[in-house]
C-alpha cells in the first residue's frame, strides 16, 4: 500500500498525562520500524496549523490524551466523532482545532481521506513532566491499539531488534 | 443596559472570556478574562538555562519557535554572549518565515470568516469574480476556473448539509457587505493559502529539523553545520531549496494576502473609526544584522498617548526597556498586589471566582514605566512609520493608497489605530517580511562566501548570579522572557508574552487593558449575535494556547476497550 500515513502524537509534554501523545510517538519511533511512507511525528499542541500536517497525508492516526472517560480506558474515534458538532460549541479547543484543521485540509485538498484518533483516559493534567504512574501502565496498550490501526490498513511495522533510546526529553 | 458573556472568542484556543455591557446598541464597558492558569514558565526553574528554551518552546504549540528564540536570547544576554552572523541570519529566516504562515493563518483561516458572507458565494458571478481578482494583482491563480472551483466547494459543502467550520458563521448579519464575488475572491484564497503557508513551514523545517518544534537553536547561535559540498550540512543544495521557497512564498504574500486585506478594509472603513483602546505602543527591534544585535532591520520603541514622537530604546538590550517592564497582580489571581518586575516576578495562584472589581482573570496586567500598551502589528509598523523607517514607509503608503481607493475616501496611517489597522498593519508587516525573507537569504549566503562557516559560540556560566532578558517582535507582538540564572541553574524565569499585554485586565489604578479599552464604544446590532466583538477581539489575534491540550471524549468512539 503507498498511502501516505501519518501518525502524530498530540499534547502538551509540561501537563502531566497531556503528554501522552508525544510520549507514545516517541516510544513508537525508539521501538518499531516503519515504511517510508509512514511517518511517527510528536506534534505537540499545533492548534490549527494541525491543518499543514493533515493535508499532506492519505491517513492519519492521532494519538491523544482523553477526558470525560473512565479511567484505564481506550477509545478509537473515526472522522465522524472527531467532527461532528463540534466547531465552536464548546471551550475544550483542543478538539475544536482537531475537527477545524480536518475540515479545511479536506476542503483545501480532499486529504487525508481516512482518520482515526486513538485515546487513552489521563489521570492529571497538573503542570508536571511525568505521566502519573497508573497511565505509564497502561502505555503498552495504547501501542498495541496503534498498531493494530496500522495493520488493519496493510502498513508492514516490525519491531527493532535493538531499540533506540526513548527519546522523551521532558522527563 | 444588557450584561453579555462571550465564550470561545478565540477560534485558535478557547480560553477567553469576553463580558460586555451593552447599551443603546454600543458597548459601555468591558472585561477580559483568560479562563486557563498561565504560570507554565515555573516548569524551567531548577533547571540548565541551556535547556530551558526546550521546554520553553512546548509553553504552546502555535508558537513554539518564537518561545524558542526568545528564550536562548534571554540567556545569551544574561551571559552577554554575541552569536555569530550566520546564526543571527538563520534564525532570522526562521522567524520570518513563521510569521508568515502565522499572518497568513490569521487572515485567511482565523478571522476573514468575520467579514466574509461564505453562504453568498453559491450566488457569485464567476465571471466578474476572476475579473475582480485580475484588477488586483498578477497573481496566476485568479482564473475562472479557480472561482468555479472554489464556488463548487462551497456548493457541495452547503448541499452535503455537513457544515463543518461554516456552521457557526453569523452569516447573512446585517454587518457583512462584501459583494458574493469578493466573497468568493477571499474564499479561494483561503483554499489556496494552506498551500502556502505550507511552503513558508518548510523553509522553517530545512533549518530547524521538523516542525512544529525546532531543533537547531542552541545558546549562542544555531547547531546548523555549514559547509557549502557537504551533504549532511547546510550546502549549497539546500540553500537554493530554501531560496526556491521564498520565490513561491513572496508572491503569494505580495500578489494575494497583501491586496486582499486592503480590499476587504477599503470595503469596511468604518472599522477604522472602532476598535482603538489603548493608545500607547510598545515594539521591540528585531532581525538583527550582526552578531551584537547593534543594529536591527525591524525598529523598535514606545509612542505614547497616540502620538508620534518614537521614544525608549534602540536596541531590546538598552537599560529603558529592561527598566521600564512590571506586572501589576491587582486584578489577577495571582498572590499579591504590587506591581512586579520581572525577574523578580512570582506566579503563585490565589484564585476568587470572576470579580468585576476584584480579581478576574489568570493574566497579569504588564505595564510599561506604569502604563499599558498595545503590543502587535499596529504598534510595529507606527513605530517603524514614524521613525522614518523608509520599508515600513513604503509598504505602508501603498496599503492607504490601495484602501483609499476602495473606501473613496482618504485613510490615513492615524486610521490604523483601529479594529481594522490591525489587519492592514498585518499585511504591511507581511509584505516587509516577505522582501527582507530574500535579503537576509542573501545575507546568509554572502557571509558563507566570504569564508565565514562559524554558527555557534559555547556559552560559560559564571559562578555567581546573573539576569537576562530575550525579546523577539512575535507575530502577536513583543515577547520578553526574563530569566535569573544562579550558578549555572534558572531561578527565576518569567515569560511576558504578546497576549498578556493585549489581554491585559485592569492594574492598580483601574486603567484597562487593550482588549477592555478597545471594545468600548464597539457597536453590538445584535447582542444574541455579537459578531463586531468578535471583530474587534479576532483583530488582535488573541493566543491563549499555553495549556492543555485533551480530546474531550464526548463524541461516540467506534471502539472502547477497559484495560484490565
Redesign the interface.
Known amino acids: 500500500v503507498s498511502h501516505r500515513v501519518l501518525v502524530a502524537g498530540l499534547g502538551n509534554v509540561l501537563m502531566g498525562d497531556d503528554a501522552i501523545g508525544p510520549y507514545c510517538a516517541r516510544h513508537l519511533m525508539a521501538h518499531y520500524q516503519f515504511p517510508p511512507q509512514v511517518e511517527v511525528a510528536d506534534l505537540g499542541t499545533p492548534g490549527l496549523d494541525l491543518a499543514l500536517h493533515l493535508s499532506a497525508v492519505d491517513v492519519v492516526l492521532l494519538i491523544d490524551a482523553l477526558r470525560g472517560i473512565e479511567q484505564d480506558t481506550i477509545a478509537v474515534y473515526d472522522r465522524a466523532a472527531l467532527c461532528d458538532g463540534r466547531h465552536l460549541t464548546r471551550l475544550d479547543t483542543h478538539s475544536l482545532a482537531v475537527a477545524e484543521s480536518i475540515f479545511i485540509a479536506r476542503l483545501a485538498g480532499d486529504r487525508p481521506f481516512d482518520v482515526r484518533l486513538i485515546g487513552l483516559a489521563g489521570v492529571s493534567f497538573e503542570h508536571g513532566t511525568r505521566l502519573s504512574p497508573k497511565v505509564r501502565a497502561r502505555i503498552p496498550s495504547l501501542i498495541q491499539a496503534v498498531l493494530a490501526e496500522l495493520t488493519a490498513r496493510n502498513v508492514r511495522w516490525t519491531r527493532r531488534a535493538r531499540p533506540l533510546p526513548l527519546n522523551a526529553w521532558w522527563e | 443596559m444588557a450584561r453579555v458573556s462571550i ?2 472568542v ?6 477567553l472570556r469576553i463580558d460586555v455591557q451593552v447599551d443603546g446598541g454600543s458597548i459601555r464597558d468591558a472585561w477580559a478574562c483568560c ?1 486557563m492558569w498561565r ?2 514558565e ?2 524551567i526553574v531548577g533547571r540548565d538555562p541551556s535547556e530551558a528554551w ?2 520553553a518552546q ?5 508558537c ?1 519557535t518564537v518561545h524558542a528564540t526568545a528564550s536562548v536570547r534571554a540567556v545569551e544576554d544574561a551571559l552577554k554572549l554575541e552569536i555569530p552572523p550566520n546564526a543571527q541570519f538563520i534564525r532570522n529566516l526562521i522567524l520570518i518565515h513563521h510569521a508568515l ?1 502565522d499572518h497568513v ?1 490569521h487572515f485567511y ?2 478571522s476573514a470568516l468575520d467579514w466574509v458572507d461564505i453562504m453568498t458565494i453559491p450566488k457569485a458571478d464567476v465571471v466578474k469574480a476572476a475579473s475582480t481578482a485580475q484588477s488586483l494583482s498578477d497573481w496566476t491563480r485568479n482564473s475562472r476556473q479557480e472561482m468555479k472551483s472554489a464556488q463548487d ?1 462551497v456548493i457541495g ?1 452547503a448541499k452535503s448539509g ?4 461554516f ?2 458563521g453569523y452569516w447573512g448579519h446585517p454587518a457583512m457587505r462584501l459583494s458574493p464575488e469578493v466573497n468568493l475572491v477571499a474564499f479561494a484564497h483561503y ?2 493559502a ?2 502556502f ?2 511552503k513558508a ?1 518548510q523553509v522553517v523545517a530545512i533549518f530547524g529539523g ?1 516542525t ?2 525546532i531543533q537547531n537553536l542552541t545558546v549562542g547561535g544555531v547547531a546548523n553545520a555549514i559547509n557549502l559540498d557537504s551533504l549532511a550540512t547546510l550546502n549549497t543544495d539546500r540553500l537554493y531549496w530554501i531560496k526556491s521557497l521564498i520565490d513561491e512564498v513572496v508572491p503569494f504574500i505580495h500578489q494575494v494576502y497583501f491586496p486582499d486585506v486592503c480590499v476587504v478594509a477599503g470595503s469596511y472603513p468604518e472599522w477604522f473609526a472602532y476598535g482603538s483602546g489603548v493608545k500607547n505602543y510598545l515594539a521591540v527591534p528585531d532581525l538583527p544584522r550582526d552578531s551584537r544585535a547593534s543594529s536591527y532591520d525591524l525598529p523598535g520603541g514606545v509612542l505614547m498617548d497616540a502620538g508620534s514622537s518614537v521614544a525608549g530604546f534602540k536596541t531590546a538590550a538598552d537599560q529603558p526597556f529592561r527598566d521600564a517592564v512590571t506586572e501589576d497582580l491587582t486584578h489577577a489571581w495571582y498572590k499579591g498586589n504590587e506591581a512586579q518586575h520581572p525577574w523578580k516576578g512570582t506566579t503563585e495562584a490565589e484564585f476568587t471566582d470572576f470579580q468585576e472589581k476584584g480579581k478576574y482573570t489568570w493574566v497579569k496586567a504588564p505595564r510599561y514605566g506604569g502604563k499599558p500598551m498595545q503590543v502587535g502589528p499596529v504598534a510595529n509598523i507606527l513605530v517603524g512609520y514614524h521613525s522614518g523607517h523608509a520599508l515600513t514607509r513604503k509598504w505602508t503608503d501603498l496599503a492607504l493608497d490601495r484602501i483609499s481607493s476602495v473606501a473613496g475616501r482618504r485613510i490615513t496611517v492615524n486610521d490604523l489605530q483601529s479594529t481594522m489597522g490591525r489587519h492592514v498593519a498585518r499585511a504591511i508587516r507581511a509584505a516587509m517580511l516577505a522582501e527582507l525573507a530574500t535579503e537576509h537569504w542573501t545575507a546568509l549566503l554572502n557571509n558563507i562566501n566570504r569564508g565565514d562557516a562559524a554558527t555557534h559560540n559555547p556559552p560559560q556560566f559564571p559562578r555567581g548570579e546573573i539576569e537576562g532578558v530575550g525579546t523577539h517582535e512575535a507575530p502577536r507582538g513583543t515577547l520578553s522572557h526574563w530569566v535569573v540564572v544562579d550558578r549555572g541553574v534558572v531561578k527565576n524565569y518569567q515569560a511576558v508574552v504578546p497576549t498578556t499585554w493585549n489581554a491585559s485586565p485592569r492594574d492598580k489604578d483601574g486603567h484597562p487593558g487593550p482588549y477592555e479599552a478597545s471594545l468600548v464604544g464597539n457597536p453590538v446590532a445584535n447582542a444574541e449575535a455579537p459578531l463586531e466583538v468578535l471583530r474587534t477581539v479576532h483583530s488582535f489575534d488573541p493566543c491563549m ?1 499555553c ?18
Open positions: 465564550d470561545p478565540t477560534r485558535i484556543e478557547g480560553h479562563t504560570g507554565i515555573r516548569i526546550f521546554f512546548r509553553f504552546c504549540g502555535v513554539t504562515h493563518v483561516h482565523l466547494k459543502v455537513q457544515l463543518g467550520l456552521a457557526n483554499l489556496q494552506l498551500e503557508q505550507r513551514n521538523k512544529p518544534h494556547a495549556a492543555c491540550h485533551t480530546f474531550d471524549a464526548a463524541g461516540r468512539p467506534i471502539a472502547q476497550m477497559k484495560i484490565l
